[in-house]
């Protein structure tokens, strides 16, 4: 009864290749995000999602792209993987309030 | 542009003392501030928040202290038990809390 999930926790795959991380959060909240955690360890936003609509979109590459196909749900799509997208990636969600539940990450390792 | 520092990368304290971790921030539009405890391998928890009209807030043994005009704040733990040993972030959003900006962690240690 995992609050946030993420699948899969790790991932290892070649540069150019095209990948997908899914989260699914079950507390009823109306927002998400996903954040990057770089080698420098800092958690930054890339995108945030209420009620399946793009509320927030940083400047992240084109290359990623975020679906959510109703609000406990918010995939992230990365295509032509490369060297420096290797990181760990958080989910979160919040209702109303402002504290953000975290998914366990994904270890995205690009060789 | 980093609105929110931790200065401190790590921090080591003995078991029973106060751990005493600070964050500076920059962006006088933030209205909130929360603090995070990361385990290796786990996601950010949240763990104590306060708003800027106060100037403390407690819950146990987490006390987090904000000091609007030097932009600073600070989570004291005491005492410190070594399952408090994880990574610490300072966050801070605004009114609307729909975004956080978080500082780069402190990692403590607290020893038996």
């Known amino acids: 009864d995992t609050a946030v999930s993420q699948t899969p926790k790790y991932l290892v795959t070649q540069m150019g290749n095209d990948k997908s991380i899914k989260c699914e959060q079950n507390?009823?909240?109306?927002?998400m995000y996903w954040y990057k955690q770089d080698s420098k360890k800092f958690l930054k936003i890339m995108f945030s999602?209420?009620?399946?609509?793009?509320?927030i979109n940083e400047t992240v590459p084109n290359r990623f792209s975020p679906k959510s196909p109703d609000k406990a749900h918010l995939n992230l799509h990365i295509n032509s993987l490369e060297l420096g997208d290797s990181a760990v990636y958080f989910c979160?969600?919040?209702?109303?309030?402002?504290?953000?539940?975290f998914g366990p990450g994904t270890r995205l390792t690009v060789t | 542009d980093q609105q929110v520092k931790q200065n401190s990368p790590s921090l080591s304290v003995q078991e029973g003392r106060i751990s005493i971790l600070n964050c500076d921030y920059t962006?006088?539009?933030?209205?909130?501030f929360l603090w995070y405890k990361k385990y290796p391998a786990e996601g950010p928890t949240f763990l104590i928040s306060?708003?800027?009209?106060?100037d403390k807030n407690e819950d146990g043994r987490f006390t987090v202290f904000l000091n609007k005009s030097a932009k600073h704040l600070s989570l004291h733990i005491v005492p410190s038990q070594p399952g408090d040993s994880a990574v610490y972030f300072c966050?801070?959003?605004?009114?609307?809390?729909?975004?956080?900006?978080f500082g780069e962690g402190t990692q403590l240690t607290v020893n038996p």
């Open positions: 507390l009823g909240h109306d927002t």
């Open positions: 966050a801070a959003t605004g009114t609307s809390g729909s975004r956080l900006t």
């Open positions: 962006n006088s539009m933030f209205d909130y």
């Open positions: 306060i708003s800027s009209i106060k």
């Open positions: 979160a969600s919040k209702d109303r309030g402002l504290e953000q539940y």
């Open positions: 999602y209420n009620n399946k609509e793009l509320i």
